[in-house]
């Protein structure tokens, strides 16, 4: 049974950090991508940021670039978002994703996904 289990959000101030955590299991995710996504209560689920389990090859939508990076420990089978100068239009809840490589930025290509962790982001 394929799992992927987020966890390290929280309650911050603008500006502030937070690291999410991604750890999959009940399956090899050698060439799967592993995405980031999120969502904000009445909009679309959005795409965050994505990364390739064997090449690492970071993809990140334009509104977190130079402030997010995406990260992967292969041994531990966890993917990392490391999120720095926080915003108070990043609130949401992320969510942690892996599909077999069909894409990267539309939710629909993702095969697994995690519960969600919430990040919430005070001014």
């Known amino acids: 049974q394929v799992q992927l289990l987020e966890s390290g959000g929280g309650l911050v101030q603008a500006g502030d950090s937070l690291r999410l955590s991604c750890a999959a299991s009940?399956?090899?995710?050698?060439?799967?991508?592993m995405g980031w996504f999120r969502q904000a209560p009445g909009k679309e689920r959005e795409f965050v940021a994505a990364?390739?389990?064997?090449?690492?090859?970071?993809i990140y939508t334009d509104s977190v670039k130079g402030r997010f990076s995406i990260s992967r420990d292969n041994a531990k089978n966890t993917v990392y978002l490391q999120m720095n100068n926080l915003k108070p239009e990043d609130t949401a809840v992320y969510y942690c994703?892996?599909?077999?490589?069909?894409?990267?930025?539309?939710?629909?290509?993702?095969?697994?996904w995690g519960q969600g962790t919430q990040v919430t982001v005070s001014s």
């Open positions: 009940g399956r090899t995710f050698g060439t799967y991508v």
């Open positions: 990364i390739n389990w064997s090449n690492g090859s970071p």
């Open positions: 994703a892996a599909n077999r490589g069909a894409g990267v930025r539309q939710p629909s290509l993702y095969d697994y």
